[in-house]
């Protein structure tokens, strides 16, 4: 019964990164600017990271491999907001009309 428990819970959990893995995907496609794809795309890496790794472990259950993806899952999270700021800034930094067509705020004045 248990086991039974933990295998619904980790294919609800897989599921659910699955829906969140085609929604970014959907959103990647269909937004116009770079700043909302970008969003997009780390929305899926890390949410749809943390579902997908959070049902594996309740399908492997407590090992050595859970506990190396849960790691993973950390890294991503440290590395992944920060190479998408630094992108971003590249972005408004380098696109000229940037600002026609976004609201953009100016880095100097919060510094």
Not at 21 to 37: D, P
Not at 40 to 50: I, K
Not at 95 to 101: C, P, S, V, Y
């Amino acid at each position: 019964m248990i086991r039974f428990l933990t295998d619904l819970i980790g294919v609800i959990l897989i599921s659910s990164s699955m829906f969140v893995f085609a929604s970014s995907v959907l959103g990647i496609y269909r937004f116009r600017y770079v700043l909302n794809r970008m969003h997009s795309a780390a929305l899926c890496e890390t949410l749809g990271m943390m579902l997908l790794v959070s049902g594996l472990t309740f399908l492997l259950g407590i090992s050595w491999h859970s506990a190396k993806m849960i790691l993973i899952v950390v890294f991503l999270w440290m590395a992944s907001p920060v190479a998408s700021h630094l992108i971003a800034r590249a972005e408004v930094l380098t696109h000229a009309h940037i600002a026609d067509e976004l609201e953009v705020v100016d880095d100097e004045r919060h510094i």
